[in-house]
């Protein structure tokens, strides 16, 4: 996942928006995704946005590529404690390979 | 469908020891991978399945394993002579490529512990 990076951490309190950075480096990129994992759990996919797109709502989820800087982010609006987990950034090129960052772990405090 | 199983969920191993693990995708899905993901880290791709060809194989993926998916259905990974390196957590994703359908859909995982 070396060509993916995020930030490892991050910690919000309930009720606070989140917002995960991810940046990739492949220009091909057609979509990106953002992945969910629980503890002990597999990645669960949350959204994913196609390379001609700016944003994309998704209820409490905002996603924002900026694809001259290659930089995503993901927007959790409200976060709730239920969202502490790993939420991991992945670029798909056009062969449907994908790979992923190291992934950032949110903490919600109460 | 319930999604992408894995089997079995946790492995213990001594060193030097034969593993095999299974995975059962997504029934319509044509597309399989394998990755391994280590603590702290994201998936790393290790090969993938188009139907019953494997396709693709990282240099991560050395002679001691060796995946398998005979009819295009499920399939097998083995890791012959385990070392403790080999030590992580095993995740096999399907999806369904040139349908209209994006993302992969990952299983729980196997994870490995090679002692």
């Known amino acids: 996942g070396e060509d993916v990076e995020q930030s490892l951490f991050l910690s919000v309190r309930e009720g606070d928006s989140s917002v995960i950075n991810c940046t990739y480096t492949?220009?091909?990129?057609?979509?990106l995704y953002w992945y969910k994992q629980e503890p002990g759990a597999g990645l669960q996919l949350l959204t994913y946005i196609f390379s001609n797109m700016d944003m994309k709502q998704d209820q409490r989820l905002t996603v924002l590529l900026n694809k001259k800087d290659k930089h995503l982010s993901l927007r959790i609006a409200d976060t709730q404690t239920g969202d502490s987990a790993i939420y991991f950034c992945a670029e798909e090129s056009d062969n449907n390979d994908m790979r992923f960052g190291a992934g950032t772990r949110l903490t919600v405090k109460p | 469908d319930t999604g992408v199983s894995q089997d079995p969920r946790h492995k213990i191993t001594k060193r030097g020891q034969n593993v095999t693990f299974r995975c059962d995708p997504i029934?319509?899905?044509?597309?399989l991978y394998w990755y391994r993901q280590t603590l702290g880290q994201g998936p790393e791709f290790l090969t993938y399945f188009q139907n019953e060809a494997q396709l693709e194989k990282s240099r991560l993926l050395s002679d001691r394993f060796s995946a398998e998916r005979p009819k295009g259905s499920f399939s097998t990974l083995e890791i012959q002579r385990t070392e403790q390196g080999d030590s992580a957590m095993y995740l096999c994703a399907s999806s369904l490529v040139g349908q209209g359908t994006y993302g992969y859909t990952f299983g729980s995982g196997t994870r490995l512990t090679v002692v």
């Open positions: 029934s319509e899905h044509n597309r």
């Open positions: 492949d220009s091909s990129s057609t979509y």
